[in-house]
C-alpha cells in the first residue's frame, strides 16, 4: 500500500485543520493506521492511531481531546481532525499503515510497528 499525506497549512493557534492519509491498494481497509509528528530536532512522535474497522482509536495524552482520527474504508481515506491548535503542534506530520498493527498503546507509538509510510505534510501554528 502506498499512503499520501495533505492537508498541512498555516494555522493561528486556537485554529483547526484536518489532515488527510489516501492510500492505494484495494487491501487499505485490512490496515491499521498512524499518525506521527516530527519537529525540528525532535525525534517523530505518535499522535494517534486507528484500528482497521474504525472501531478503536487511540490519542497521545498531548493531543488526546483536541485531535480526532477517523477513517472511510470506501474512499481508502484517514483522517485527522484538528482543532484547538497549539504552536507545540507544528512539526511534520506523517501517516502509516500496517496490515499487523495491534490498537494497544505500546505497539502503536512505535515507529518500527508500521511496514509503510507517506511522505510528510507540514503543519504551522503560529501564536
Known amino acids: 500500500v502506498q499512503l499520501q499525506a495533505s492537508g498541512g497549512g498555516s494555522v493561528q493557534a486556537g485554529g483547526s485543520l484536518t489532515l488527510i492519509c489516501a492510500a492505494s491498494g484495494r487491501a487499505f481497509k485490512n490496515y491499521g493506521v498512524g499518525w506521527f509528528r516530527q519537529a525540528p530536532g525532535k525525534e517523530r512522535e505518535f499522535v494517534a492511531a486507528i484500528n482497521w474497522g474504525g472501531s478503536t482509536t487511540l490519542y497521545a495524552d498531548s493531543v488526546k481531546g483536541r485531535f480526532t482520527i477517523s477513517r472511510d474504508n470506501a474512499k481508502n481515506t484517514v483522517y485527522l481532525q484538528m482543532n484547538s491548535l497549539k504552536p507545540e503542534d507544528t512539526a511534520v506530520y506523517y501517516c502509516?499503515?500496517?496490515?499487523?498493527?495491534?490498537?494497544?498503546?505500546?505497539?502503536?507509538?512505535?515507529?518500527?510497528?508500521?511496514?509503510?509510510w507517506g511522505q510528510g505534510t507540514q503543519l504551522t501554528v503560529s501564536s
Open positions: 502509516a499503515a500496517d496490515e499487523s498493527l495491534y490498537l494497544i498503546h505500546s505497539i502503536v507509538v512505535l515507529t518500527t510497528s508500521y511496514e509503510h
